[in-house]
């Protein structure tokens, strides 16, 4: 099993910044992918940004140029830097785990940002 524990949300003008915090404890495997997605109510869950522990990443097209994922593999800790918000990033913002071992995804609680204009 694998916790995930998310920090950083809150309330944010537009145009401003915000970075979001999760770590990870338990059954750490040194190889996995760690990200974030969002969801907005009425609409699925979608990808925001991953990495993998080798330190590759993908963003998706909403968010590329302005956010930047980021890890500390000591720490098992990822980082989601959000430049430039705007209304669309309001959301619950999900901490996602995915131990490549066994195939499973962990989910943290979410943390929900909102984006006010």
């Known amino acids: 099993q694998v916790q995930l524990v998310e920090s950083g949300g809150g309330l944010v003008q537009a145009g401003g910044s915000l970075k979001l915090s999760c770590a990870a404890s338990g059954s750490i495997f040194g190889i996995n992918v760690m990200g974030w997605y969002r969801r907005v109510p009425g609409k699925e869950r979608e990808l925001v940004a991953r990495?993998?522990?080798?330190?590759?990443?993908n963003y998706a097209d909403s968010v590329k140029g302005r956010t930047t994922i980021s890890r500390d593999n000591a720490k098992n800790t990822v980082y989601l830097q959000m430049n430039s918000l705007n209304s669309e990033d309001t959301a619950v913002y999900y901490c996602?785990?995915?131990?490549?071992?066994?195939?499973?995804?962990?989910w943290g609680i979410g943390t929900l940002v909102t984006v006010s204009s």
């Open positions: 990495i993998t522990s080798g330190g590759s990443s």
């Open positions: 996602n785990y995915y131990d490549v071992r066994y195939r499973v995804d962990y």
